[in-house]
């Protein structure tokens, strides 16, 4: 599918907007994923039909994890396989056709590394400026450069996740008084969860009903939030009878809300940054309760084994973060915690190439031999 970026120029939003459903008309039999769901998205006839192909990502029956595990029944939702790498993608595509829909001609982001990749590639196919706000030093290469390479203006300030968050929404409320519109696409736009909650509506198509359990890694507890949602609405739909209980799992220093509460903890060698106040945990706290699940912590050797057995059992490359949903898992078996022969879904946000850095770590070393046969050979130790 071409790329609106690259036709748009100096274009009109009106043409801007007609090329968009051009391109849809024209597009190949894969559906988009705003058009799949569309019952269940606040879409009208003025939403612009954007995609890069986000969605429909596999449902993986993880089954020597799940054997080495003690879970017969353990699932993987490879959200790190839309276009930019993770499931932002899902989020962002309906925050930014609503923001096309509303005349934006910029949108802006705070971000540790994610939502910067998502927010550009969408801004960059939608023709819009993108703006990035980013904590000095708490991005991994992976991620920043996708957003460079998309054109967005990057701003790296000396504070953490949450002065940026807190600066962007200020700039939203100036930039319109000064005559400089601009969306914000963080997870505070409804927007964001609504489009994230369609990864619990596949979950539920691929299945063919809900899972016993959901597993996902918590951050700033949007997603948890968007499933619980989703869930909810195939539920109320008639399209599923039950609905799973939520285990939201965080990085030991990254956990302010394991407790309902802040908790000042040093931060994690797994996670790039450590949110100190999630903007949904208010959300995500009620979906914990509503479906009689937990949030817990785990370790970052908990993480990061569950990282390397995810590779090793399942050929699965994810984000390191990402791995916090298995880890979890593993524990709450290993203390009874959970019924080990239920459904169980564990959701992997990121794809492991958006960190190299922990990947080369924790590799196995190359090995090296005398190029031929025998030392080939002998270096193998056969």
């Not at 801007?16 to 009208?44: D, G, I, N, S």
């Not at 396989?81 to 925050?95: C, H, Y």
């Not at 705070?110 to 990749?117: I, L, M, V």
């Not at 009620?286 to 050797?301: C, F, K, L, N």
Request: glycine letters at 10%.
């Amino acid at each position: 599918m071409p790329r609106v970026a690259a036709t748009i120029g100096a274009m009109r939003m009106s043409d801007v907007l007609r090329h968009l459903r051009q391109q849809h008309a024209t597009a190949e039999a894969r559906p988009r994923l705003l058009h799949r769901y569309a019952a269940f998205l606040p879409l009208t006839e003025m939403t612009p039909p954007l995609s890069l192909g986000e969605g429909y990502t596999p449902l993986l029956h993880a089954v020597r994890l799940g054997r080495a595990m003690g879970c017969p029944e353990l699932h993987l939702k490879l959200e790190g396989l839309n276009p930019t790498g993770s499931f932002k993608d899902r989020g962002m595509v309906l925050a930014v056709a609503k923001a096309l829909e509303g005349g934006a001609r910029s949108i802006i982001c705070a971000s540790t590394g994610n939502t910067s990749a998502s927010a550009a590639a969408y801004g960059a196919t939608a023709g819009l400026e993108v703006i990035v706000v980013l904590p000095s030093g708490h991005i991994a290469a992976g991620k920043l450069v996708q957003a460079q390479m998309a054109g967005a203006r990057v701003v790296s300030i000396a504070g953490n996740f949450d002065d940026a968050l807190r600066i962007v929404r200020e700039m939203v409320d100036e930039g319109a008084a000064h005559g400089h519109p601009v969306t914000l696409v963080n997870s505070v736009n409804p927007h964001r969860i609504a489009g994230q909650k369609t990864a619990a509506f596949e979950v539920c198509d691929d299945l063919g009903g809900a899972p016993d359990y959901l597993a996902i890694p918590v951050g700033n507890a949007g997603n948890i939030t968007a499933y619980w949602r989703g869930f909810t609405d195939y539920r109320d739909a008639g399209l599923v009878e039950t609905r799973p209980a939520l285990l939201g799992f965080q990085a030991a220093g990254a956990a302010p809300i394991v407790l309902g509460h802040r908790v000042e903890q040093p931060e994690t060698v797994a996670t790039a940054i450590r949110i100190g106040d999630p903007a949904s945990w208010r959300p995500a706290e009620r979906a914990r309760d509503e479906s009689g699940g937990r949030i817990e912590a785990v370790t970052d050797e908990e993480i990061l084994a569950a990282y390397r057995d995810l590779a090793v059992h399942e050929g699965v490359f994810c984000e390191p973060a990402s791995a916090a949903s298995v880890a979890g898992v593993r524990k709450l078996v290993a203390e009874g915690g959970i019924d080990p022969s239920a459904t169980i879904v564990c959701v992997l946000t990121g794809h492991g190439l958006k960190d190299p850095g922990t990947a080369t770590a924790q590799a196995a070393p190359v090995l090296t031999a005398v190029a031929t046969p025998a030392g080939v050979m002998k270096a193998l130790k056969w």
